[in-house]
T-cell receptor, first 114, second 114 residues
Framework: DAGVIQSPRHEVTEMGQEVTLRCKPI?????LFWYRQTMMRGLELLIY????????DSGMPEDRFSAKMPNASFSTLKIQPSEPRDSAVYFC????????????FGPGTRLTVT | AQSVAQPEDQVNVAEGNPLTVKCTYS??????LFWYVQYPNRGLQFLLK??????LVKGSYGFEAEFNKSQTSFHLKKPSALVSDSALYFC????????????FGAGTRLFVKA
């Protein structure tokens, strides 16, 4: 398996623009997670899905952030409008089942909002 | 509140010497415990996990971790450090009931000097 795939790897945009980050989880994994990593706040869980259904979005910072998972092989994280404080590395991860399974992380998308 | 603490921001060790990266947690019940490693410009990578049983867990790249229930600790260890072990290490804890949220520590940067 190719692992978790994220695109784009780098995104530079201007404040106010819409940003869409994409993720393809590992086939067969039924949990998908979106994280944000910054120097100041470390690794933060934004939202996670089980079988394409959002389970906990309490980490989504504001209404400007939204995430969808239309099918088992694709998820998006959208920021509209983007702000400079959204600059971070965004990771997608996937995992098997409800047991003690580890998460597999994608390479991340480095977002810079100017 | 549930939490994971990695008390050292950075650990410095000479190549060939043993290394320890510390982790303590405050999570009720019998959680699952994980260690992940992050190399520059990469996603987190699973190293090892504790579910139940033997307190010493062996993982990838010669790493092992020691679980201590009374001290609620899960320290990462390696008998002989390599320069290539230099990276950011994250301890993570997931309660085994009530949801699938994994709590990550702030990370410890390991620097191995040749």
């Amino acid at each position: 398996d190719a692992g978790v795939i994220q695109s784009p790897r780098h995104e530079v945009t201007e404040m106010g623009q819409e940003v869409t980050l994409r993720c393809k989880p590992i086939s067969g994994h039924d949990y998908l997670f979106w994280y944000r990593q910054t120097m100041m706040r470390g690794l933060e869980l934004l939202i996670y899905f089980n079988n394409n259904v959002p389970i906990d979005d309490s980490g989504m910072p504001e209404d400007r952030f939204s995430a969808k998972m239309p099918n088992a092989s694709f998820s998006t994280l959208k920021i509209q409008p983007s702000e400079p404080r959204d600059s971070a590395v965004y990771f997608c991860a996937s995992s098997l089942g409800q047991g003690p399974y580890e998460q597999y992380f994608g390479p991340g998308t480095r977002l810079t909002v100017t | 509140a549930q939490s994971v603490a990695q008390p050292e921001d950075q650990v410095n060790v000479a190549e060939g010497n043993p290394l320890t990266v510390k982790c303590t947690y405050s999570v009720s019940g019998n959680p699952y415990l994980f260690w992940y490693v992050q190399y520059p410009n990469r996603g987190l990578q699973f190293l090892l996990k504790y579910i139940t049983g033997d307190n010493l867990v062996k993982g990838s790249y010669g790493f092992e971790a020691e679980f201590n229930k009374s001290q609620t600790s899960f320290h990462l260890k390696k008998p002989s450090a390599l320069v290539s072990d230099s990276a950011l290490y994250f301890c993570a804890v997931r309660p085994n009931t009530g949801g699938f949220k994994t709590i990550f520590g702030a990370g410890t940067r390991l620097f191995v000097k040749a």
